[in-house]
């Protein structure tokens, strides 16, 4: 049973349509790379599975209920979304940043609980950061930025987790720590829904993989059979070659420009 889906969603931005019939489900504990070139509607996308951007046709729906009908505080407590772009003031430290993510389950103005504390001790723990708790954002690297705003998220304790190139400004290592995390939280049952813009480390984490081009799903499936269709080369513009390694589960990628 899916934890959430989309019905031939349409949905506009300035007055023009940016996604375009775009209909897929998600499972609890999936993991699901959202790929396309720019301006596909990945973002867009992340933004209505979240809330926050009404659908002008189809509709988006959550445990089987279309999201208009869910309560503003149930909704924040079952989807959380991380983006790239950290808006917090700098003057937070990344323990009061993180505690945000309670907010959904507490309210601005009420203090929080043992079990609101422990749910942000886990998420410092889970995304590494812990000795970064007392730190000013102001003071941390686009980097540990970027772990901060998935250690709220995280902290939300949501069913469904939404981020939008959740590896940008990450060297290798973390990296490879942030993708552990998000299969941790598979594990306990959250259904993730990453934008990837690095296809080779999309096609190594997920799942599944949802291909975006011109507001339409053009692919999607496993990973290695999204990238293997035409629809895949057309849409980035590329040749998409995998190659083979022993002892390795996926294919390695590379790319060319298409031959004229």
Known sequence: MSVIETRDLVVARGGKTVLRGVTFAVAPGDGIALVGPNAAGKSTLLRALAGLLPAEAGEV??????????????????VALVSSEDDSSGAFTVAERVALGRYPHRGPFLPLTAADDA????????????????RRLETLSAGERQLAALARGLAQEPEVLLLD??????????QLQLFR?????????????????DLQRAAAWAGRMVL?????????????????????ADAFG?????????????????FSEPTR
């Open 165 to 174: 190139e959740p590896s940008a400004h990450l060297d290798v290592g973390h």
């Open 181 to 197: 995390v998000l299969d941790e939280a598979r594990a306990r049952g959250v259904a993730v829904i990453a934008v990837v813009h």
């Open 238 to 254: 590329v040749r998409i070659h995998a190659h083979a390694v022993p002892g390795l589960p996926h294919p390695l990628y590379s």
């Open 119 to 134: 749910a942000v001790e886990r998420a410092l723990a889970h995304t590494g950061i812990e000795p970064l708790g007392g």
């Open 61 to 78: 729906r959550l445990k089987g209920e279309v999201l208009p009908r869910w309560e503003r505080g149930a909704l924040a407590r079952a």
């Open 212 to 232: 975006l081009a011109d507001g339409a799903v053009v692919g999607e499936g496993a990973p290695a059979d999204v990238l293997a269709a035409a629809a895949a």
